[in-house]
């Protein structure tokens, strides 16, 4: 993406005016910090200096304001209950964006590994320096969250240490008794429960996320997203300031929160309609009737209404993100909206492998057979792998391999990998011509196939192979136990040193 040197002027200009308006809000912030201390200047805590320094800033005041324990007063009775429960985290801030990922237990299949993967995937070295992705667990099973954390730790272990990532969940004290809340909107009380908790895990997440960054993005834990995406959305958001365009919303999905960005100095008016209305609408609803009552004219049409929304709800064509999930964390409830203007989300990566004889006893489904996936004209979908079954791929003639990459399942089916799978050659020559050192790096199978890779937890298997094992006749994955998932193979890329 090039730009002039005007256009670069312009765009610095605006960055640094929204850099200053987030520094005067933390300053306000801090502000507050000291009221709040004054107004406690009899705390037993404090020093008599430090009670009389207080007392004497300034009167006490006669009015007081309300605050998030108006709304919320049980969180009077635990202090801990406005502190995450758990925190990974470098202490990354003045962030240009902070990306917020709230995730859940779902009953079918989790997303959050493979959205996290594209969200990074999908970012410059440059654009990693400046943001932040909170993946916020809300769960209150402390036992879930650090079997999650983990998982993260294990899978971007770079980014954690960098400070991209960083992994928070709530306490339960945050939340009110659930059994508790009114029955609104003659919603089943479960799914009032569901709608109230993600309006109290929003509001949480975005006060965790507003004194980071600039600027603040809503997603979801089962979404992809497109190469440059952070890029877009910073120079969209600097062309709107500099054009002195009075935005609230930039929009860059159609569907119900996923991308929706905000000025992180503007989140505590979120935050507030949020608390106020937790128990009342849905998240999505409560952001739309906040626009409306900055915006529109009771006096006017609904035709006025929507025109003056529009020029603080801005949407961005085409959209940046899609939905993939189909398994809604309401029980019970299949989601399957796409955002039309997004496009079609990849499923697999075709690749020219050497010419070779494609075999296996696992029963494809439809057309989606592994000859085509070899051919990298689509993706293997396979009904459920048994142990024993073998995915063969015999090579005519016989060639050396450089690498390989297999990469099971894909966005919309993450959990249809291949499991406790190993990746075994059968080289032309005899192993007596093998030289020592190449051999004693590979365990030998019972029928004499040298085990090179297997597939880890996230489904992928890649590796080098050693040029001294010579020509392979045969590439083969093998299934070591039976699996409750059907599997696909989006991935298949056989190296040679030719390629």
Known sequence: MYLSGEQMLVQRVAELRERLQHAEMLNQERLQDVIVLRGNVTGPRLSQETRDLLANMSQSPDLHLPSVYSYLPHLLHTPDATSPAFKLSQGRHSATMVLGVPTVKRQVQSYLMTTLRNLVDSMTQEEMEECIIVVFIAEWDIDYVHQVASQIERKFPEHLGS?????????????????????????????????????????????????????????????????????????????????????????????????????????????????????????????????????????????????????????????????????????????????????????????????????????????????????????????????????????????????????SGNVEHPSDRLYNTTVEVLPVQPFSNIPAVAAKKYKITEDKYMIVGDFDDMGVAEGLINGELGEIKTLRLHVHIDSDNWAILSEIHIETPEK
């Open 163 to 407: 400070g991209l990532i960083e992994v928070i969940s709530p306490p339960k004290a945050f939340y009110p008794d659930m059994d508790k809340l009114e029955q609104t909107l003659g919603d089943p009380m479960e799914r009032v429960k569901w709608r109230t908790k993600q309006n109290l895990d929003f509001a949480f997440l975005m006060m965790y996320a507003q004194p980071k960054g600039t600027f603040y993005v809503q997603l979801e834990d089962d979404i992809q997203t497109k190469k440059g995406y952070i890029a877009t959305m910073k120079k969209f958001a600097l062309q709107k300031t500099s054009e002195k365009k009075n935005w609230f919303v930039l929009d860059f999905c159609q569907l119900g929160f996923i991308g929706k960005m905000f000025k992180c100095v503007q989140l505590p008016y979120l935050v507030q309609f949020f608390i106020m209305f937790y128990n009342d609408k849905p998240v999505d609803w409560l952001l739309d009737y906040l626009i409306q009552t900055k915006i529109c004219n009771l006096d006017k049409d609904t035709k006025h209404c929507k025109k003056a929304k529009e020029n603080v709800w801005i949407h961005y064509k085409p959209s940046l993100f899609q939905h993939i999930g189909t398994h809604s964390s309401l029980k019970g409830k299949v989601q399957k909206l796409k955002d039309k203007q997004f496009g079609k989300v990849q499923l697999y990566f075709p690749h020219e492998n050497p010419k070779a004889e494609v075999e296996t006893q696992i029963k494809p489904y439809k057309t989606y057979t592994l000859q085509r996936a070899y051919k990298g004209e689509s993706y293997f979908w396979g009904l459920l792998p048994q142990q024993g079954d073998l995915l063969q791929f015999t090579f005519d003639p016989p060639v050396v391999i450089k690498g390989f990459l297999f990469r």
